[in-house]
């Protein structure tokens, strides 16, 4: 009974295993085939949480409590079941389609030369007066056009709370005047000035045209809250001449007294002079705006054209109209008064520009057509005039001649002068050197005489030093030699005694002494000993001189 009991545990923790064993492997199945979404690159997934399947099943991956998401409703009121406001990137994501429902969306790209403009979907309604909405995608508040632009990239956006516009740049029109938007550009040489359509309550900028300007760049601009005049930075001409009247071959017609002939046809600045002569004339005004000025000429003339149309144009003829009336015609032919003319007509030019906020670099007037009559009146006055003058001065160019060649005249002798004396002081240099050096040279000479003289002393005295020495060198040889016999004679006792040592000492080293004895009796037999000796000797010098001759002696001693 007891082993029956242990096999039935058995089987049924068996059962419990496999049967949780398919439950899991059943599950995984599922999530890597039904629940499993890939989203691609460039995409997103936006997500609807539909709630559990059957009242009495718990919520599943819900996004406050997994997902970290914030769950909103059209009016931005958090909800268990709804639209997730964030949405999932590209890759892997397991989501059961029985708690969710799924959309792949495309991500907003926007491109060089574009910007977006979005528009939120969810929120409070926007005060009255306002229709621009702070801050960014999923922070906004609001229901409205986002204040903020979005320039070149790629966005992840929620199409259900938020719409996006792309545009490039815009060209507002408005009669003279043209205003941009959206992508803008700013060259080098102009200035943007910027034009604010609602009130930023972040950078504090009012309504209205502002005085700070762009420099030149690229800026992203919402057409809903900026546009942006470009204003050319720098000077211009701007010329009022006379028509001339050609010949058919289009070459320029001139009268008798070689001025050019010009078409009365309304062209140039026409007025009469104060003694009622009728005058034309030539103007040319070097104007522009700075920086600073471009704001205030947008607001009083709309733009840089307006400005030559409305204040340069009508400056110019006015003043000099007014101005030349007061001259006669001959004043302002040439002479002070044609200067005074021009000095007085550029001063009142400026300060009509300075009061319209323009900036006048030059005011010049070119060419002043007098009438003939006149002209030759007083050309032929200035002729008389000038010829004097010429007379007056050929008789100073005469003078100054005359005085030129007295000059050049002085200049010869001086230049003879100081040759001559050059050349004395040269030869007295000269003389002077020569003396300096003959005189240096016996000098050089005694010198070297007494010089010589010395050495002859020094080497005399070194002759008889040196015999001396050889002298005394020889003297005390010999001495030492008899002091050495003597010692020799003293250490042997006589000198008898010292012969037999010199004797001794000058012997062969190899010398051989054999003692013979011959008694009484004895001579001939002792006589056989003292030949075989002898000729033992014989032999052995024998021996001693052929290894001599062969070599092998000398290998033996050595």
Not at 91 to 115: C, K, N, Q
Not at 230 to 251: C, H, Q
Not at 416 to 422: D, G, L, Q
Request: aromatic share 8%; charged share 25%; proline share 5%.
């Amino acid at each position: 009974m007891g082993i029956k009991s242990l096999f039935s545990t058995k089987g049924a923790i068996f059962s419990t295993v496999a049967a949780v064993l398919i439950v899991a492997l059943g599950w995984i199945t599922i999530e890597w085939t039904v629940n499993r979404v890939y989203v691609p690159e460039g995409y997103s997934m936006r997500l609807r949480y539909k709630g559990p399947p059957l009242p009495f099943l718990p919520d599943y991956n819900l996004p406050e409590s997994k997902m970290g998401f914030a769950k909103v409703d059209e009016n931005g009121r958090l909800l268990e079941r709804g639209m997730v406001r964030e949405m999932l990137g590209p890759g892997r994501h397991f989501r059961s389609f029985l708690y969710w429902d799924w959309d792949i969306i495309p991500d907003i790209v926007i491109r060089p030369g574009e910007v977006g403009i979005a528009t939120s979907k969810l929120g409070k309604d926007l005060p009255p007066g306002e229709y621009l909405v702070d801050g960014d995608l999923g922070t906004t508040k609001y229901k409205g056009i986002l204040r903020k632009v979005f320039g070149p990239g790629r966005y992840r956006v929620n199409d259900y709370a938020y719409t996006f516009t792309i545009i490039k740049t815009q060209a507002i029109k408005d009669q003279n005047q043209t205003k941009y938007a959206g992508w803008v550009v700013i060259p080098t040489g102009y200035v943007g000035v910027v034009t604010n359509l609602d009130n930023n309550p972040i950078t504090g900028k009012k309504i209205g045209i502002q005085n700070e300007v762009f420099p030149p760049g690229i800026y992203p601009t919402n057409p809903k809250e900026q546009q942006i005049d470009i204003v050319e930075i720098g000077f211009r001409e701007k010329s009022i001449k006379a028509n001339l009247l050609t010949k058919p071959d289009g070459s320029i017609m001139f009268d008798d007294a070689g001025e050019p002939l010009i078409a009365h046809d309304g062209s140039g600045i026409s007025f009469p002079s104060k003694d009622a002569f009728p005058i034309n004339m030539d103007f040319t005004a070097i104007w522009g705006i700075t920086p600073e000025q471009a704001p205030n000429v947008i607001k009083k003339f709309g733009n840089i054209d307006a400005i030559e149309t409305k204040v340069v144009m009508p400056q110019i003829e006015s003043i000099c109209r007014n101005t030349g009336s007061q001259y006669n015609a001959v004043d302002l032919l040439v002479g002070d008064t044609r200067q005074e003319f021009q000095t007085a007509t550029t001063e009142k030019f400026q300060k009509a520009l300075i009061e319209k906020d323009v900036t006048l670099l030059y005011g010049l007037v070119r060419h002043i057509f007098i009438p003939q009559q006149i002209r030759k009146y007083k050309q032929e006055a200035f002729v008389s005039e000038e010829l004097a003058l010429t007379r007056m001065q050929e008789t100073i160019t005469a003078e100054m001649e005359a005085n030129l060649r007295e000059a050049e005249q002085k200049v010869e002798l001086e230049a003879e002068k100081i040759r001559v004396e050059t050349e004395k002081l040269v030869a007295n240099t000269i003389a002077e050197g020569q003396k300096k050096a003959k005189e240096t040279a016996a000098e050089t000479q005694r010198i070297i005489a007494g010089i010589d003289k010395e050495i002859a002393v020094l080497e005399a005295q070194a002759t008889v030093v040196l015999g001396q020495a050889k002298a005394d060198a020889t003297r005390m040889q010999e001495e030492a030699k008899a002091n050495k016999f003597k010692l020799a004679v003293e250490a042997f006792g006589t000198s008898d005694a010292y012969n037999k040592w010199v004797f001794a000492d000058g012997l062969p080293e190899d010398i051989e002494l054999n003692l013979i004895f011959a008694g009484e009796g004895t001579f001939w037999t002792d006589l056989k000993s003292f030949s075989e000796a002898m000729l033992g000797k014989q032999s052995t010098e024998r021996r001693r001189n052929k290894m001599n001759k062969t070599g092998i002696g000398k290998q033996i001693r050595e």
